[in-house]
């Protein structure tokens, strides 16, 4: 999720931790930053089974306090971005020193639309990295709470940072990764906002994957293991299989819009719209 990128996170412990993928428009190739897919065709037909919503406010005005200070969590996976040990995917394109830099500015830009939800809704943010340590973290990001991700494969470091933020007193947590650069405080405060309704909450990528998963902690206990054991990370079929586990705890999720990622060669054109390159 030095942090983690966020797209491994979903679709297999080499992939950055949520791998969101979005349509590009026809003609330009950005990214439709708001835009929603059906949750039957994302999700294969699965909508008559969940108990879904995908009509969700993106702030709290005018409804009940469902946001509490320091009670919501932001979980962000990372990596440090050290020369040749992140992004390594790009490297042939942009060279070690440029995917490093690809990665800070990616986690720099996640880090800045956290701080803005803070500012919204008095969340707090804790930042799991890899590579680095807390001081060169802290040095680099600033005042933010960092600590290393877990040992493990990814459903293990996913589920214990869930289980880190509910038990120091969260009553919702959010776990994102960094490369995502459409994922703004407007979808995060939605992501939020739909756990004072639903259970969990989960933004698709079009690949299998997912680049965001939200969970209450009065769900989690359910959750927690379905969700993040045994999963085979690095397939396209990370999403389908949530969702079915999902479905048979009778739990209620909403859903995000999906969001393309920065990962690989393909995607260096996306890099290049969002000003990162």
């Given at each position: ?22 349509r590009r428009n ?214 389908a299989v949530t969702?079915?586990?999902?479905a048979k705890t ?28």
């Amino acid at each position: 999720m030095g942090c983690h990128p966020l797209r491994q996170f979903l679709r297999g412990s080499h992939s950055s931790l949520f791998w969101p993928l979005v349509r590009r428009n026809r003609n330009d190739g950005r990214p439709h930053r708001h835009h929603r897919e059906s949750a039957s065709h994302v999700f294969g037909g699965t909508k008559e089974r969940l108990r879904i919503s995908t009509n969700n406010k993106t702030t709290c005005q005018g409804d009940p306090p469902v946001v509490q200070p320091s009670t919501c969590r932001l979980l962000i996976f990372t990596r440090y971005p050290a020369a040749g040990k992140t992004k390594t995917r790009l490297i042939p394109a942009l060279g070690a020193d440029g995917a490093a830099r690809l990665q800070k500015r990616l986690t720099e830009k996640m880090i800045a639309q956290a701080r803005l939800l803070e500012q919204r809704l008095g969340t707090t943010t804790t930042v799991h990295y890899l590579g680095g340590s807390e001081e060169e973290m802290t040095g680099w990001l600033g005042q933010v709470n960092c600590v290393e991700q877990a040992a493990g494969d990814l459903g293990i470091k996913m589920r214990t940072a869930f289980n880190e933020a509910f038990a120091s007193g969260a009553d919702r947590a959010v776990l994102i990764g960094t490369d995502i650069p459409g994922l703004d405080v407007d979808i995060l405060s939605q992501a939020f906002t739909s756990l004072a309704r639903q259970d969990a909450v989960i933004g698709p990528s079009r690949d299998g994957g997912y680049y965001l998963i939200g969970l209450t902690a009065q769900a989690a206990p359910q959750l927690l293991n379905p969700l993040f054991q045994e999963m085979v990370w690095s397939t396209g079929e990370v999403l389908a299989v949530t969702m079915r586990r999902l479905a048979k705890t009778g739990r209620t999720i909403s859903i995000l819009p999906a969001l393309a990622d920065i990962d690989r060669p393909e995607d260096l054109a996306l890099a290049e719209t969002w000003g990162l390159l």
